[in-house]
């Protein structure tokens, strides 16, 4: 499936706006700025394709990345920043809620947790999200350069007693780095195998 170039498709903030599902679907949701545009990108080996920036809450449209002929990669606005309006907040759970429960090709939502932070409320809120919308779900923790390999089975400890109180979750956790690249191959393989 990582065969083939990848292309940026569409932002979308509307169900009608959706394209077409005749792919494999995968979406990557995660708090602002947890990394999940430099996730895509790395997966993708494309620089740039999804922004990434410092400004939490850049994007606000769900996006669609094509990845070879077979393959959707969707790029989830960020949740959990400070100063977002109540209304842009809720318009946008809304949308997500439709999105999850009604897109047929979306195979797996991958929940990206900080790997420095580990679990959070709102996390677990989307996690409950996609217990209900039975979307499985697995945990992608990022930025692994940036902790100490001998606090990383502590994190793991969390985030995996977290998981066990969510039904839709599959068990096996990621621990990624977009910037060393860490993990990317695994991950790879993993949507690969998805079919
Ligand atoms: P929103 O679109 O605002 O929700 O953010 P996002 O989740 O798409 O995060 P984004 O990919 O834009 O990354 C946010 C910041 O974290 C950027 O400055 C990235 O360079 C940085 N970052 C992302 N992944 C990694 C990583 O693996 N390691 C390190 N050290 N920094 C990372
Ligand atoms: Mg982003």
Known sequence: LFAGPSEFVKGVVAMDGLPDPDRLEVCFAGRSNVGKSSLIN????????????????????????????????????GYGYANAPLKVVEKWQRLLKKY?????TLRRAFVLIDARHGVKP?????????????????????????VKANDR???????????????????EIVLTSSEKGDGIPTLRSIITHLE
Request: aromatic fraction near 6%; proline fraction near 6%; include cysteine.
């Open 42 to 77: 790395a997966l993708t080996g494309t620089k740039g394709l999804a922004r990434a920036s410092n400004t939490p809450g850049r994007t606000q449209e769900i996006n669609f990345f094509t990845q070879g002929p077979e393959l959707y990669l969707v790029d989830l606005p």
């Open 153 to 171: 089975a502590k994190i793991l400890d969390q985030v995996r007693a977290a998981l066990s109180k969510h039904p839709a979750a599959f068990p």
């Open 100 to 104: 999850l429960s009604g897109r047929q």
């Open 122 to 146: 709102v996390d677990a809120e989307i996690m409950k999200l996609l217990d209900t919308s039975a979307v499985t779900f697995q945990c992608v923790l990022t930025k692994a350069d940036k």
